[in-house]
Structures are given as structure tokens and as C-alpha cells.
């Protein structure tokens, strides 16, 4: 809120309560998520910054009451939010099992955002595309075997964006924020009033200072090089 402002924040929030193979019961914790989730996001559209979100395909996320309240449903999205669906095989997201090494999961998702995210809507069967592709796909279940690393999860194994998806999406949030400037005037959110409870954004004195993360930091080029 005060320190970054970032203009783009993606969530890929945690759907371990609410995807097709989860228990579908929200805890406090998943609800808590989500309601965050919710925050950054519509703080970041009255900013006029960037803001995504994805999930698995089946999630219950965007059936959530304040969700869709939020940000409208997949068949009529509310106005500077748009739904995209997308499908892993086609941004090489394989399985890396000893069994069956390279065979690609289909890893269907879908993404919310306030930015143009339509170079990342790839589907494989019924693709925009003459003809669909024919290859068949590893289930995301169970545990294999990889090599140089031992048992995995095969879930958690996908959990991961692929490099191609990376890179397709990074490209869309340099277009993006080649666009945007961050704005003087700041917009009264409920993430800037659960920022404003810190001591540290109220500038009281003792307050720890704000550190900066350390993570490093990349910017891509006209040329898509790092």
C-alpha cells in the first residue's frame, strides 16, 4: 500500500478447501485468505493498477458469495474484470515422472484479472485454433518418481506455473504497466484502512522501519531477455 505499489499483484490463492479433490468445507483460514485476496485485488482497480487471480478449473472460488459479489461470475463478469480459461498442456506443463516422462497434464485453470490476459487463452480440445490436439494426458493424482529427486507429489508438482506460462503472462503485465502510471491521489480501500492498524504506515515512533523483502528483482526487455 505504501512501500511498493506494485502495478500488478497476481494471487494464485490457495484452493486446498475448495477444489475438486478438497473437502469443498471453508475453514476460517481459507475464508480469511479470501477475503484478502479480495482486498489487494480491488485495491490495486481503484488504484488503476493491475490485479490477477487464478485458481484450478472447479474451484469454488468464484462461487464464493462475496466473490462473485466482487467480481461478477464467468458468464457476466463485473465491469473492468474479465475471466480467462486456460489449459497447462499448452504451456508445457508436463509430467516428469520416471513412468512417463513428458507427458503432458492438462492442468485446466482459470484466471481473473483487470488486464488484457488473452494471450494466455490456449485450450487444447477446443481450441480457437482449425483443429484441437490429440495427445493424451496424465491425471493429477498420486505420487511419482523423479529422477535425481525422489518421490513427489504429483498435485504439488503442478502447483508450479511452467516457464511458458511465466513468460506469456509476464509479457502481458509489461504491456500492461507500459501503460499505467501509479497515481498522486490515494484511494480509501479496506486494504489501506488493515494497512492504516500497522504502526509502522502510521509512523509512530518505535515502530520497527519497513525492511524491503530481498528478493531479487527482473525486468524484461523489448526482446523478452532478462
Request: aromatic fraction near 8%; charged fraction near 25%.
Amino acid at each position: 500500500v505504501y512501500s511498493l505499489r506494485p502495478k500488478v499483484v497476481h494471487m494464485g490463492t490457495p484452493c486446498t478447501k475448495m477444489c475438486l479433490i478438497g473437502q469443498k468445507t471453508l475453514d476460517d483460514a481459507t475464508l480469511a485468505q479470501n477475503e484478502f485476496t479480495m482486498k489487494v485485488a480491488t485495491h490495486q482497480e481503484a488504484e488503476g493498477l493491475g490485479a490477477s487471480i487464478e485458481n484450478p478449473k472447479g474451484s469454488t472460488l468464484p462461487s464464493q458469495p462475496a466473490f462473485a459479489k466482487t467480481f461478477g461470475s464467468m458468464g457476466m463478469p463485473k465491469p473492468g474484470w474479465s475471466y480467462y480459461r486456460l489449459e497447462g498442456c499448452q504451456l508445457h506443463v508436463t509430467y516428469p515422472g520416471k513412468d512417463e516422462p513428458g507427458r503432458p497434464i492438462n492442468k485446466a485453470s482459470f484466471w481473473l484479472a483487470n488486464f488484457d490476459l488473452s494471450g494466455m487463452e490456449l485450450r487444447c480440445r477446443k481450441p480457437a485454433a482449425l483443429a484441437g490436439t490429440s495427445h493424451k494426458h496424465r491425471h493429477i493424482r498420486g505420487g511419482m518418481k523423479v529422477e535425481g529427486e525422489g518421490w513427489q507429489s504429483v498435485a504439488a508438482y503442478t502447483g508450479k506455473y511452467s516457464s511458458e506460462e511465466g513468460a506469456v503472462y509476464g509479457k502481458a503485465c509489461k504491456t500492461f504497466c507500459d501503460t499505467v502510471s501509479r497515481r498522486k491521489e490515494r484511494a480509501d480501500t479496506a486494504l489501506k484502512k488493515l494497512a492504516d492498524q500497522s504502526s509502522v504506515a502510521r509512523g509512530e515512533q518505535g515502530a520497527t522501519p519497513h525492511r524491503s523483502h530481498g528478493s531479487p528483482q527482473f525486468l524484461l526487455a523489448g526482446d523478452d531477455q532478462c
